[in-house]
Protein backbone atom coordinates (compact mmCIF):
# COMPACT_ATOMS: atom_id res chain seq x y z
CA UNK A 1 0.00 0.00 0.00
CA UNK A 2 1.12 3.40 -0.65
CA UNK A 3 -0.41 6.51 -0.56
CA UNK A 4 -0.52 9.59 -3.11
CA UNK A 5 -0.01 13.35 -3.00
CA UNK A 6 -3.53 13.61 -2.15
CA UNK A 7 -3.50 10.97 0.94
CA UNK A 8 -5.38 8.48 -0.66
CA UNK A 9 -3.74 4.80 -0.72
CA UNK A 10 -3.61 2.33 -3.37
CA UNK A 11 -2.48 -1.40 -2.91
CA UNK A 12 -2.44 -4.26 -5.25
CA UNK A 13 -2.26 -7.76 -3.79
CA UNK A 14 -2.80 -11.06 -6.13
CA UNK A 15 -4.38 -14.59 -4.22
CA UNK A 16 -7.87 -14.48 -2.43
CA UNK A 17 -6.82 -14.02 1.49
CA UNK A 18 -7.38 -10.20 1.47
CA UNK A 19 -10.22 -10.40 -1.09
CA UNK A 20 -12.23 -12.69 1.80
CA UNK A 21 -11.16 -10.63 4.64
CA UNK A 22 -12.86 -7.57 2.70
CA UNK A 23 -15.21 -9.55 1.84
CA UNK A 24 -16.29 -10.58 5.69
CA UNK A 25 -15.91 -6.66 6.76
CA UNK A 26 -18.11 -5.62 3.94
CA UNK A 27 -20.65 -8.00 4.84
CA UNK A 28 -20.81 -6.94 8.59
CA UNK A 29 -21.09 -2.95 7.91
CA UNK A 30 -24.11 -1.96 8.96
CA UNK A 31 -27.32 -0.32 6.87
CA UNK A 32 -26.33 3.03 6.26
CA UNK A 33 -29.15 4.17 7.84
CA UNK A 34 -27.83 3.40 11.28
CA UNK A 35 -27.08 5.81 13.60
CA UNK A 36 -25.49 3.74 16.23
CA UNK A 37 -21.28 4.27 15.96
CA UNK A 38 -19.61 1.73 14.37
CA UNK A 39 -16.18 0.46 16.07
CA UNK A 40 -13.67 -0.91 13.84
CA UNK A 41 -11.42 -3.33 15.04
CA UNK A 42 -8.18 -2.96 13.17
CA UNK A 43 -4.58 -4.10 14.15
CA UNK A 44 -1.28 -2.75 14.86
CA UNK A 45 -0.03 -4.85 11.76
CA UNK A 46 -0.94 -2.13 9.41
CA UNK A 47 2.42 -0.18 10.50
CA UNK A 48 4.38 -2.84 9.10
CA UNK A 49 7.70 -2.98 10.39
CA UNK A 50 7.41 0.23 11.80
CA UNK A 51 8.90 3.46 10.76
CA UNK A 52 12.50 4.62 12.11
CA UNK A 53 12.55 7.29 14.19
CA UNK A 54 9.17 6.59 15.25
CA UNK A 55 9.28 4.61 18.28
CA UNK A 56 6.35 4.70 19.97
CA UNK A 57 4.59 4.43 16.48
CA UNK A 58 1.98 7.11 15.99
CA UNK A 59 -1.78 6.72 14.41
CA UNK A 60 -0.91 9.11 11.36
CA UNK A 61 1.51 5.67 10.44
CA UNK A 62 2.93 5.95 7.68
CA UNK A 63 1.28 2.90 6.89
CA UNK A 64 3.45 0.25 5.47
CA UNK A 65 1.72 -3.62 5.85
CA UNK A 66 4.40 -6.07 4.62
CA UNK A 67 2.03 -8.97 4.82
CA UNK A 68 -1.69 -10.14 3.89
CA UNK A 69 -2.68 -10.09 7.36
CA UNK A 70 -1.86 -6.35 8.03
CA UNK A 71 -2.61 -5.47 3.95
CA UNK A 72 -6.41 -6.50 4.28
CA UNK A 73 -6.56 -4.73 7.83
CA UNK A 74 -5.13 -1.26 6.27
CA UNK A 75 -7.62 -1.89 3.33
CA UNK A 76 -10.17 -2.45 5.86
CA UNK A 77 -9.73 0.54 7.56
CA UNK A 78 -10.04 2.69 4.54
CA UNK A 79 -13.43 0.83 3.41
CA UNK A 80 -14.88 1.67 6.77
CA UNK A 81 -14.07 5.34 6.70
CA UNK A 82 -15.39 5.64 2.77
CA UNK A 83 -18.53 4.09 4.13
CA UNK A 84 -18.85 6.74 6.80
CA UNK A 85 -18.30 9.01 4.65
CA UNK A 86 -20.52 8.37 1.70
CA UNK A 87 -23.66 7.52 4.49
CA UNK A 88 -22.66 9.76 7.36
CA UNK A 89 -21.93 7.09 9.79
CA UNK A 90 -20.30 7.73 12.84
CA UNK A 91 -17.40 5.46 13.34
CA UNK A 92 -13.97 4.68 15.00
CA UNK A 93 -11.05 2.99 14.39
CA UNK A 94 -8.77 0.98 17.07
CA UNK A 95 -5.74 -0.62 16.30
CA UNK A 96 -4.42 -2.90 18.85
CA UNK A 97 -1.03 -4.39 19.04
CA UNK A 98 -0.80 -8.25 20.05
CA UNK A 99 -2.74 -9.58 22.78
CA UNK A 100 -1.43 -11.12 25.04
CA UNK A 101 1.23 -10.34 23.38
CA UNK A 102 1.74 -6.76 24.82
CA UNK A 103 -1.41 -5.59 25.67
CA UNK A 104 -4.25 -7.69 27.75
CA UNK A 105 -7.41 -8.80 26.69
CA UNK A 106 -8.95 -7.20 29.90
CA UNK A 107 -7.49 -3.84 28.90
CA UNK A 108 -8.14 -3.53 25.12
CA UNK A 109 -11.70 -4.32 26.29
CA UNK A 110 -11.63 -2.10 28.47
CA UNK A 111 -10.87 0.34 25.62
CA UNK A 112 -13.39 -1.03 23.04
CA UNK A 113 -16.19 -0.68 25.96
CA UNK A 114 -15.28 3.16 25.83
CA UNK A 115 -15.57 3.35 22.21
CA UNK A 116 -19.09 1.37 21.51
CA UNK A 117 -20.58 3.69 24.74
CA UNK A 118 -19.48 6.95 22.62
CA UNK A 119 -16.21 8.25 24.14
CA UNK A 120 -14.40 10.90 21.94
CA UNK A 121 -15.00 12.33 18.82
CA UNK A 122 -16.10 10.47 15.74
CA UNK A 123 -13.67 9.48 12.73
CA UNK A 124 -10.39 9.14 14.85
CA UNK A 125 -8.12 6.13 15.04
CA UNK A 126 -6.51 4.95 18.51
CA UNK A 127 -3.59 2.60 19.21
CA UNK A 128 -3.92 0.62 22.05
CA UNK A 129 -1.08 -0.88 23.93
CA UNK A 130 1.22 -0.23 26.36
CA UNK A 131 2.74 2.94 25.02
CA UNK A 132 6.16 1.84 24.98
CA UNK A 133 8.38 -1.13 24.06
CA UNK A 134 8.58 -3.92 26.18
CA UNK A 135 12.15 -5.70 26.64
CA UNK A 136 12.37 -9.09 26.04
CA UNK A 137 14.02 -9.63 29.55
CA UNK A 138 11.27 -7.59 31.28
CA UNK A 139 8.85 -10.42 29.96
CA UNK A 140 11.14 -13.27 30.67
CA UNK A 141 11.90 -12.09 34.15
CA UNK A 142 8.25 -11.85 34.98
CA UNK A 143 7.85 -15.51 33.10
CA UNK A 144 10.79 -16.82 35.75
CA UNK A 145 8.67 -15.48 38.53
CA UNK A 146 5.71 -17.80 37.57
CA UNK A 147 7.62 -20.67 36.75
CA UNK A 148 7.54 -22.11 40.19
CA UNK A 149 3.75 -22.35 39.54
CA UNK A 150 4.03 -24.55 36.54
CA UNK A 151 2.50 -22.30 33.92
CA UNK A 152 6.27 -21.35 32.51
CA UNK A 153 8.90 -23.05 32.25
CA UNK A 154 11.98 -21.31 30.70
CA UNK A 155 14.30 -23.78 28.84
CA UNK A 156 17.41 -23.96 26.35
CA UNK A 157 16.15 -23.10 22.89
CA UNK A 158 16.35 -26.31 21.83
CA UNK A 159 13.73 -27.19 24.25
CA UNK A 160 11.40 -24.11 23.33
CA UNK A 161 8.09 -24.41 22.76
CA UNK A 162 7.64 -20.48 22.36
CA UNK A 163 10.21 -18.78 20.22
CA UNK A 164 10.17 -14.89 20.57
CA UNK A 165 12.76 -12.48 18.82
CA UNK A 166 13.75 -9.67 21.09
CA UNK A 167 14.58 -7.82 17.98
CA UNK A 168 11.10 -8.57 16.22
CA UNK A 169 10.36 -4.63 14.84
CA UNK A 170 6.62 -6.08 13.00
CA UNK A 171 3.99 -3.66 13.46
CA UNK A 172 2.17 -5.91 15.74
CA UNK A 173 5.50 -5.87 18.18
CA UNK A 174 6.23 -2.82 18.47
CA UNK A 175 5.00 -0.36 20.78
CA UNK A 176 2.08 2.34 19.51
CA UNK A 177 1.67 5.75 20.86
CA UNK A 178 -1.47 6.19 22.86
CA UNK A 179 -1.55 9.76 23.67
CA UNK A 180 -4.81 10.31 21.80
CA UNK A 181 -6.89 6.98 23.71
CA UNK A 182 -5.45 8.77 26.93
CA UNK A 183 -6.77 11.95 26.09
CA UNK A 184 -9.92 11.53 24.28
CA UNK A 185 -10.79 8.11 26.38
CA UNK A 186 -9.74 8.90 29.29
CA UNK A 187 -8.45 5.52 29.08
CA UNK A 188 -5.42 3.94 30.93
CA UNK A 189 -3.85 0.74 30.31
CA UNK A 190 -2.33 -0.94 33.52
CA UNK A 191 1.36 -1.39 33.96
CA UNK A 192 3.26 -4.36 31.92
CA UNK A 193 3.53 -6.33 34.72
CA UNK A 194 0.07 -6.21 35.95
CA UNK A 195 -0.87 -6.92 32.86
CA UNK A 196 1.05 -9.72 32.58
CA UNK A 197 0.91 -11.15 36.54
CA UNK A 198 -3.48 -10.58 35.41
CA UNK A 199 -2.65 -13.19 32.47
CA UNK A 200 -0.99 -15.30 34.49
CA UNK A 201 -3.84 -15.60 37.36
CA UNK A 202 -6.14 -16.05 34.66
CA UNK A 203 -4.37 -19.01 33.01
CA UNK A 204 -3.52 -20.43 36.50
CA UNK A 205 -7.73 -20.47 36.97
CA UNK A 206 -8.51 -21.65 33.61
CA UNK A 207 -5.51 -23.82 32.44
CA UNK A 208 -3.68 -25.24 35.01
Not at 57 to 71: K, M, V
Not at 121 to 130: A, E, K, R, S, V
Not at 190 to 199: D, I, V, W
Amino acid sequence: MRGDERGQGHCAVEGQPVERDLQLHASLLPAPAASRRLVHVSSCAVYGDGTPGLDPQPEAGPLDPGELYGISKAVAERVVARYGQLFGMPYVVARPGKLFGWLNAEDAARALALLVRGAGPDGITYNLGTGRRVPFRELLRIAEEQAGRGLVRVVPPDEAELDLDPDARLGRDAAGAIGLARRNLSWRPRTFREQALSYFAWASRNLG
